[in-house]
């Protein structure tokens, strides 16, 4: 009887364990407010299926929600006219360019940004001829909009 208290306890630990786990608990990397900069996770960088994007570009279809990865081709300078944005070019795997604009307005400033670096990122894909825009890649503070984000440099930004 005492080896199966002993089990069962076992198995009871793991299962608070794992909501732990679930729940962030053991995340020190988090203040009392969600970080809106942090190091991305120990196992390795997710992977964009940049298939999305290329259907999105080659149907001109807009407000496709897209996964992109490739390397700054360009740094523009910053948009300023209402909500800030950093913008750069990428350019991704296919040979296709396209405009990243980054509201630093709602999130931080993404520092460092230069031509020949490699980048990752989510956001909201909108068509036009040149290879198109996405934007939405940070979270929206009213929760209406999916989060996007950008991993550069070994940090996520959101």
């Not at 996770?41 to 996964?67: F, G, M």
């Not at 709602?106 to 670096?117: D, F, K, Q, V, Y």
Request: with cysteine; net charge neutral.
């Amino acid at each position: 009887m005492n080896l199966r208290k002993f089990f069962a306890f076992l198995g009871l630990l793991g299962v608070v364990y794992l909501l732990a786990l679930q729940h962030g608990v053991f995340d020190h990397s988090a203040s009392g407010a969600q970080a809106a900069t942090r190091e991305p996770p120990a196992v390795a960088a997710p992977t964009c299926d940049d298939t999305a994007l290329t259907d999105a570009y080659r149907d001109h279809r807009s407000r496709v929600e897209v996964c992109g990865q490739g390397v700054i081709a360009k740094v523009l300078r910053d948009d300023t006219v209402g909500s800030r944005h950093q913008r750069f070019i990428v350019r991704v795997a296919q040979g296709q360019t396209v405009l990243i604009a980054y509201n630093f307005d709602i999130a931080p400033r993404i520092e460092g940004l230069h031509s020949g670096s490699p980048i990752q990122f989510v956001g909201e894909y909108e068509w036009n001829g040149q290879g198109g825009v996405v934007h939405w890649t940070h979270h929206d503070p009213s929760g209406r909009h999916a989060p996007g984000w950008i991993l550069y440099g070994g940090k996520e930004y959101r």
